[in-house]
């Protein structure tokens, strides 16, 4: 019998990546405090990929201490450019102001996954991609909102690259499943590893 499966995240995206890829699993949000851990690794000046690892493993194991028998995946992505850190961004005028801050220039998104079972990390993989965004004028970035409507704000970078966001950017490196926030082939070479996946699934045939 296969080990129970659970997303530790509320992110309609990466929930959808674990379903397209045919996965069994349940959601159970972590209610960690973000934004409060976030300041706090801020202001000890850590950097953009041990914030993402950090609160993915914070989310994973707060729930596999409430599911000890489980496997429990943790997610999260943070964007920097030139140093600054970007958060979800709370409104559509603030999802604005960011992405005039982000036209014409290069940002990092370093996302990480954690794999928590009984309290403690199991497995984790950093990912990193690189991606720009050409330059746009305010007429090109109001028809953008406007398309792109309330879901970005539950993005970092106030985008959704399988949508209207790819016409944001000029250039892209990296991995597209990191890019939507979940390095998705190496988990589900290690859930496969722990019999869960497309052959678990099917069981023995005769």
Known sequence: MSLMLILASASPSRRQLLTNAGLDFTVEPSGVDEDEIKLSLVAERAGAQDVAETLAELKACHVSKRRPLALVIGCDSTLAC????????????????????????????????????????????NE?????????????????????????????????????????????????????????????????EHGIGLAASRGTST
Do not use: N
């Open 82 to 125: 030139e140093g600054r850190l970007f958060d979800k961004p709370p409104t559509l005028a603030a999802a604005r102001r960011q992405l005039r801050d982000l036209s014409g220039r290069t940002h990092e998104l370093c996302s990480s996954v954690v794999v928590a079972r009984g309290g403690a990390r199991l497995w984790h993989h």
């Open 128 to 192: 990193r991609a690189r991606l720009t965004m050409r330059p746009f004028d305010d007429t090109f970035l109001d028809a953008y909102l406007e398309r792109a409507g309330e879901g970005i704000t539950g993005s970092v970078g106030a985008y959704h690259l399988e949508g209207v966001g790819a016409h944001l950017f000029s250039r892209i490196d990296g991995d597209y499943f990191t890019i939507l926030g979940l390095p998705l082939l190496p988990l589900l070479a290690f859930l496969a």
